[in-house]
């Protein structure tokens, strides 16, 4: 049984408390189907993202199988699925794929039957087994949505959450989706809530929770719906709606709601908020009793079996008997459902023991530990690079083309660096001549070889952004439902950075070897190499904690790229900062550190030719590579920040 007590989320508006669902109090029991329907904008999916535990500010009491997740904490990832409105799957992948990964991703299966098994039945009681092998990129609305669902049935929950997945389909579609919402909560015992706007098809649910600006205004058998509202029609509900006000709907339910409860044989939910002295004094059960609550006049209504309104008391003469019927027809029956629930998905799959409960406790699917969900996470994000077609030229593009950009500026500048380097390797009257030659052209070299350094710095940062600014950002939707679904952040953030490793060591190191080839570095070719890839590891890790941070690819791109743009001015390599501003600003600027190291390792004549050229000092190439590193590790705290922020935007 799920039970909601009290439960109330508020917000802070223009310092008023604002309640966006209000003191909602209701029992759902297992293999039951409901519609939360009501106006736009009335608190449909908050109240669904409250019962997810997506709202953590909310207020009162949910039960789950006679635990109280507000004591016990929230609901366990394989205890419910969630069906959000958006699409949950990567568009490189197919049906067939997203669902084994979401299967990998949440249930721990011995073997490739017992993996085969759990797709199989996912795709099966979906309808999608025909187009399995379809792309998600060229799926309609509707396959998409049934897709959403498959990948939350390979964990078995057994309470279904679907936010809204009719919306915006055709009426076969959508006639379509909800037998089969019907069917996974009537045939498999789950307790499933559908959000929906449509009231189509409103007699396939057993119950309908009509919601009023966050207040709960009706909850009972859809047949019995139009009549509470004093309308003909189900459809003539929302303006009936629209003729009292929500505290008024929320105090009539509250009157009204046992003779509906009691036609859906349930019990009324209780309700810490009110005085258990009063109940106590009344005689009722404090624990598991249904409660009286005050201007109940249930019993007398039962006595004249009259069905009350919300505008009460002049009910015409209800027909119980045909609403009890109905109850009866949809109603599962617990025991044989109960098995069906213990299907073969859990006996392949390993179990996990829900905490002990006072009702019964619930064979949940296991997660898979942290390794296996980061090998599952980083093998699908190869997968998806060598499959995105557009991203991975625009990479091939970068990855050759900045380095021959680099290239192409030493055609011109090499002669002055080749005598400069010459002039150690002659003797006498020779070296005395190609000293002169040099020195006159010293200030022409230490630009050159400080400039063509920065080149390689501003590049790879550039590059560092590019790999990393969308990463998370672009994907947070889809990363939200899984930590949701049970996917740790630090499986994700590890799949992260061994991805963006790889890309980092393949980018400087081609950057490094490339040049090198053109233009020989007179100096430690691997000293400059680690300045490199520091430089590039360093601008990855804190675009990748920027994406982790940010609401929107959009905003993660703009700021990393605003931060790639200040690392030339602020390095002091081409112009030196104002004495007031260099120690503020010097720590955060990588290409300054991977700069002034590169300069470091080179032999001490270019060193100091580059010193004439700047005013900027260098600092030691230790601690360059201590300030990158740093940088390095601020990402990746930032990154694990970010990741564990709920920033769930639908
Ligand atoms: N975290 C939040 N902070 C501020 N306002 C919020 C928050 N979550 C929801 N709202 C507001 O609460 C109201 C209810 O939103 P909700 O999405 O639950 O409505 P709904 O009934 O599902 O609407 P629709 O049918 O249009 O999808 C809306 O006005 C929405 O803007």
Redesign the pocket.
């Known amino acids: 049984m799920l039970e909601l007590r009290n439960l109330s989320f508020t917000?802070e508006?223009d310092g008023d408390l604002i309640d966006?669902v209000h003191d909602i109090c209701l029992n759902l029991p297992r293999g039951h189907f409901t519609a939360i329907v009501?106006?736009?904008?009335?608190?449909?999916?908050?109240?669904l993202?409250t019962i997810a535990g997506l709202?953590i500010e909310s207020a009162g009491e949910i039960h789950w199988m006679g635990r109280n997740s507000f004591e016990h904490g929230d609901l366990m990832p394989n205890e419910f699925g969630y069906v959000p409105?958006f699409s949950i799957a990567y568009d490189q992948l197919t049906v067939e794929e997203s669902i084994e990964c979401a299967s990998r991703l949440r249930v721990r299966a011995w073997g490739r039957d017992a993996r085969d098994e759990i797709i199989d039945r996912a795709l099966e009681q979906t309808g999608m087994t025909d187009i399995a092998d379809r792309r998600v990129s060229v799926l309609s609305g509707g396959q998409k949505r049934r897709l959403g669902l498959a990948m939350e049935l390979v964990a078995n929950p057994p309470l279904l959450l679907a936010?809204?997945v009719t919306s915006g389909l055709d009426p076969r579609s959508e006639d379509e989706i909800v037998h089969r919402l019907a069917d996974l909560a009537h045939e498999q015992n789950r307790t499933v809530i559908s959000?929906t706007?449509s009231l189509a098809n409103l007699q396939l649910y057993d119950s309908i929770i009509v919601?009023y600006a966050?207040c709960l205004a009706y909850h009972g058998p859809p047949s019995a719906m139009p009549h509470y509202f004093s309308v003909d029609h189900a459809e003539d509900v929302y303006p009936a709606l629209a003729k009292r006000e929500p505290a008024q709907w929320h105090a009539s339910w509250k009157k009204h709601r046992r003779f509906y409860y009691d036609k859906l044989d349930l019990p009324l939910p209780l309700s810490p908020a009110l005085d258990t002295d009063h109940l106590e004094a009344s005689g009722e059960q404090t624990d598991t009793a249904p409660l009286l609550e005050e201007g109940d006049d249930t019993t007398a209504l039962e006595a004249t079996d009259q069905k009350p309104t919300a505008t009460d008391e002049g009910a015409e003469k209800p027909d119980t008997q045909e609403l009890a019927q109905e109850k009866q027809e949809s109603a599962p029956s617990e025991e044989s459902d109960t098995e069906a629930a213990l299907s073969d998905t859990q006996a392949l799959t390993c179990l996990d023991e829900a905490p002990e409960s006072d009702e019964e406790s619930e064979k949940i699917a296991k997660l898979p530990g942290i390794l296996a969900q980061f090998l599952l996470v980083l093998t699908r994000r190869f997968k998806i690079f060598f499959r995105d077609r557009t991203t991975l030229i625009l990479h091939a593009a970068i990855l050759i083309g900045f380095p021959l950009l680099v290239a192409l500026f030493t055609i011109e500048g090499v002669e002055p660096i080749k005598k400069y380097g010459e002039s150690t390797a002659a003797t006498g009257f020779e070296q005395m001549q190609a000293e002169i030659e040099v020195r006159e052209s010293s200030l022409q070299s230490g630009s050159f070889v400080s400039g063509l350094i920065m080149f390689q710095v501003v590049l790879l940062s550039l590059m560092g952004a590019n790999n990393s600014a969308r990463e998370v950002a672009g994907e947070r939707d889809i990363f939200e439902k899984e930590k949701l679904g049970g996917l740790r952040p630090f499986s994700y953030l590890a799949s992260k950075l061994v991805f963006l490793t790889l890309l980092v060591v393949a980018q400087s190191t081609w950057m490094g070897v490339f040049v090198e080839y053109f233009w020989p570095i007179p100096g430690n070719f691997l000293s400059h190499l680690l300045m490199l890839l520091m430089v590039n590891g360093a601008m990855t890790a804190v675009c990748l904690g920027i994406s982790s941070m940010m609401k929107s690819a959009d905003q993660a791109n703009l700021l990393s790229i605003y931060l790639v743009g200040f690392q030339l001015p602020l390095s002091g390599a081409i112009l030196a900062l104002p004495g007031f501003l260099e120690p503020l600003v010097r720590p955060f600027i990588s290409a300054y550190w991977s700069w002034s190291g590169s300069v470091m390792s080179l032999n001490d004549g270019y060193r100091q030719a580059v010193q004439t050229v700047s005013e900027t000092e260098l600092s030691p190439h230790t601690l360059c590579l201590i300030f990158l590193g740093i940088h390095i590790a601020a990402g990746l705290t930032m990154g694990i920040l970010g990741l564990r922020k709920n920033l769930w935007q639908h």
Not at 38 to 47: A, F, I, M
């Open positions: 917000i508006k966006l009501g106006p736009s904008g009335c608190g449909k999916t908050t109240l993202k709202n409105q936010d809204e959000v706007h919601l966050g």
